[in-house]
């Protein structure tokens, strides 16, 4: 039973990281574009999607508050306040984005919202994998940092890398998206986000081995881990040859295999700890009778879900107009 919902965790964080990814990116992109008209074809890319993809955050808040109640009673304690940042930049996106296309005067004010809000939820997400990475100071089970015991170096480090990363996925989805100009600078930005992101990882991986970080030890004793490596390294040579024949449809699958490689890597270094390296899976895990309870979420409501999202994109597939207007 624990496995079972150790598998619908990591499905949901996946599915939000991907699919809310690409539309923080484009949130952050919007800062790009000199006209309206441009900057309501980006918004258009992701209007039939944005809310449906805000979904999969709140499962995984979910899963891990009924499955997992040790790590999220830990979670929150450490990162109470970032979270809460982060929920508000969130929201404010959520307002801005409602909002904008019925203001003339103060539109502006809303596309401010709109980017500062997309990037404040980026990069705290990010913030938070990198403190988690290099380790939270916790005494018996319980967190001991106060409130900044998340703040480092490296952890603002992974915000600002994942700020890279969610904005090489929003310029992916917009080559797949969009024509015209939206499309040629989308397809000029790749190549930049790529190499930043690149750097952003080189310097991680020797940061981590200046500070001995605990998960570089997993690599030495697990080396079928660099299959992880080996699958985001193919993919990014496919997406430079994509990028350079303007193959609309790879770039966005490749982005998405790179960053479903770096989860598999990152996931199968922390195992079994579900906060690394202090609380593992069982510890962390809510009683059989709870789990079992829960079952109707997991077997009737979280297939219902994917089957909704697999519908929505579905239905939405296919280029956008270059010059649209935001209807609701």
């Not at 499955?67 to 982060?86: G, K």
């Not at 600002?160 to 600078?185: E, F, Q, S």
Request: net charge neutral; charged share 10%.
């Amino acid at each position: 039973m624990v496995m079972f919902w150790v598998s619908l965790l990591a499905i949901s964080i996946l599915l939000y990281v991907l699919l809310d990814g690409f539309d923080l990116g484009i949130g952050m992109l919007v800062a790009l574009p000199n006209s309206e008209a441009r900057r309501a074809a980006m918004l258009n890319a992701v209007l039939p999607v944005w809310d449906g993809n805000e979904t999969w955050l709140v499962v995984t808040g979910v899963i891990l508050w009924g499955a997992f109640p040790n790590a999220y009673a830990t979670l929150f304690s450490a990162f109470y306040l970032p979270l809460l940042v982060m929920l508000a930049g969130l929201i404010l996106r959520g307002v801005a984005f409602e909002f904008r296309h019925r203001a003339e005067q103060t539109r502006w004010i809303w596309d401010v919202s709109f980017i500062g809000g997309s990037f404040a939820a980026t990069f705290i997400q990010g913030l938070t994998v990198g403190a988690l990475v290099e380790g939270l100071p916790i005494t018996n089970g319980e967190y001991t940092g106060g409130d900044f015991g998340w703040f480092s170096p490296f952890a603002v480090l992974c915000g600002l890398g994942l700020c890279l990363g969610y904005a090489l996925l929003g310029a992916c989805w917009l080559v797949k998206k969009c024509d015209g100009d939206i499309r040629a600078t989308a397809y000029r930005l790749i190549p930049y986000l790529s190499v930043g992101l690149l750097v952003f990882l080189i310097v991680v991986f020797f940061y981590a081995l200046a500070e001995n970080l605990q998960v570089m030890g997993r690599w030495l004793e697990r080396p079928y881990l660099f299959v992880f490596p080996a699958i985001g390294a193919l993919a990014s040579a496919v997406l430079a040859v994509s990028v350079r024949y303007r193959r609309d449809d790879l770039p966005f699958t490749m982005v998405v295999l790179i960053f479903a490689s770096a989860f598999g890597a990152l996931a199968i270094s922390f195992w079994p700890y579900m906060i690394p390296f202090v609380l593992t899976i069982d510890e962390a895990a809510a009683p059989q009778s709870s789990l079992g309870f829960m079952l109707w979420e997991g077997v009737i409501v979280f297939p219902l879900m994917l089957l909704y999202t697999i519908i929505s994109y579905t239905v939405f597939r296919g280029k956008v107009p270059s010059t649209p207007q935001i209807h609701h």
